[in-house]
C-alpha cells in the first residue's frame, strides 16, 4: 500500500500507473506534478490525481513513491528538482523506454542519493498519448522490467516490484545495457521504420493517390508512426549506439532481400518469408502461453 504517490508527467504512462493502483486500492492519495496545464486539468478530471502541485517541494512533502513518467530526454533535469526535497525514506522510480542514459542521469543528478532510485520500464503502452489515453487496465498481464542498481535496498526494489505487480504486471529484471539492446531491436527500431516509411510515402509527388488506397496492411505497419514525436525523440537520442546497431543489420537484411529480388530468386524471397512467418507465429505462442521472467542479473562491467 503506497500512502502517497507522486506522478511527474500524467500522461498515457504516469496516469495508467495511478488509475491501476487506484482500481487495485493499493494508494491513498496521487499528487501530481505535469508541465502542461491542460493535462494537468485532465488528469484531476479523469481522477489520476488528487492533487496539482505547483512544485517538488509541495509534491514531495510525504511522498511514499514518486513515478517520473515524461519523455526521458527530462530525466536528469526532474530529478535535479526533486532532489532537495526527497526524503529519506522515498523511493523514486522511473517508466522511460531507456535505461542506460535513464541510470546516467539519475546518478549525475542523485549523488550520493542514488540508492533511492530503482529504474524501471513497463513494457506495455500505445501510439495514443496524454491523460485521456490513460486506463487502469493497460499494465495487466504485461511485464514491467526493472534494471535495479547496486545501491539499492532490496526494500526499495520492492516497494517498486509491488506496486507494478498491483497493477497487474509481471516484473522482470534485466540489466541496463541488456535491456537497451534488447529494446533498440524489438521497439525502437520498428518506431523508426513507421516513421520512415510515412515520412517516405507522405513526401512523394502522388502522397494523396497512395493514402486513398493504403489499407490495412498500410495501417498495421504504421500504427505506431501515430506516437509522440517528442517521446521518441528522446528514445532514438538516448539509445543512439544500440539503435545505429540495429539499423545497419536491418539495412543489411534489406540489401539482401533487394538481391534476391533483383535476381528474381522467388525460392530465396519465399526461404525467408516463411522463416519469418514461423518466427512470428512462435513468438505469438509464446505470448499467448506467457512467458516466465529471465532470472535476475547486473552488468558484470
Ligand atoms: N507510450 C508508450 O507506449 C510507452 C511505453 C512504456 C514507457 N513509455 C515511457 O513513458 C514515459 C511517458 O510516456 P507517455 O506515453 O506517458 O507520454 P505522454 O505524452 O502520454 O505523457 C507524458 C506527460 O509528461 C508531461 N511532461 C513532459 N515534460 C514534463 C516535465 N518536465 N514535468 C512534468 N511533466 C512533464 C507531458 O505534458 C505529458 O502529459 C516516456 O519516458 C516513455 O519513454 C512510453
Ligand atoms: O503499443 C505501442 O504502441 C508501443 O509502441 C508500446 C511500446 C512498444 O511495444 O514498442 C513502446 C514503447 C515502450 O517503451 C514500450 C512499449
Not at 15 to 37: D, I, T, Y
Not at 51 to 58: K, R
Not at 184 to 196: D, F, G, I
Request: charged share 20%; glycine share 10%.
Amino acid at each position: 500500500m503506497i500512502g502517497r504517490l507522486v506522478i511527474v508527467g500524467t500522461g498515457l504512462i504516469g496516469g495508467s500507473f495511478a488509475l491501476a493502483l487506484k482500481a487495485a486500492g493499493q494508494v491513498g492519495r496521487v499528487a501530481a506534478l505535469e508541465r502542461s496545464p491542460q493535462a494537468l486539468a485532465r488528469a484531476l478530471e479523469r481522477g489520476i490525481a488528487d492533487e496539482a502541485c505547483a512544485t517538488p517541494e509541495q509534491a514531495l512533502r510525504g511522498a511514499d513513491l514518486v513515478l517520473l513518467a515524461a519523455p526521458v530526454g527530462q530525466t536528469g533535469a526532474l530529478l535535479a528538482s526533486l532532489l532537495p526535497h526527497l526524503e529519506p525514506h522515498t523511493v523514486v522510480t522511473d517508466a522511460g523506454s531507456t535505461k542506460c542514459d535513464v541510470v546516467a542521469a539519475a546518478r549525475a543528478a542523485l549523488g550520493e542519493r542514488i540508492g533511492q532510485f530503482v529504474p524501471g520500464h513497463p513494457i506495455a503502452g500505445s501510439e495514443a498519448n496524454g491523460p485521456d489515453a490513460a486506463w487502469a487496465g493497460l499494465y495487466g498481464g504485461k511485464k514491467a522490467v526493472l534494471t535495479p542498481l547496486p545501491e539499492n535496498d532490496p526494500a526499495a526494489v520492492e516497494r517498486v516490484a509491488g506496486a507494478w505487480r498491483a497493477c497487474g504486471a509481471l516484473v522482470h529484471t534485466l540489466s541496463a545495457g541488456d535491456h537497451d539492446r534488447v529494446f533498440a531491436a524489438v521497439s525502437h527500431l520498428p518506431h523508426l521504420l513507421a516513421y520512415a516509411l510515412v515520412d517516405d510515402i507522405a513526401a512523394r509527388p502522388h502522397a494523396g493517390m497512395l493514402f486513398q488506397y493504403a489499407a490495412s496492411g498500410f495501417r498495421d505497419f504504421t500504427r505506431i508512426a501515430g506516437s509522440s514525436p517528442e517521446m521518441w525523440r528522446d528514445i532514438s537520442l538516448a539509445n543512439r549506439d544500440a539503435l545505429l546497431a540495429e539499423l545497419d543489420a536491418y539495412l543489411a537484411q534489406l540489401n539482401s532481400l533487394r538481391a534476391m529480388l533483383a535476381a528474381a530468386d522467388g525460392r530465396a524471397l519465399e526461404t525467408v518469408f516463411a522463416s519469418a512467418q514461423r518466427a512470428r507465429q512462435a513468438w505469438l505462442d509464446a505470448i499467448e502461453a506467457g512467458s516466465p521472467p529471465l532470472p535476475p542479473h547486473r552488468d558484470t562491467e
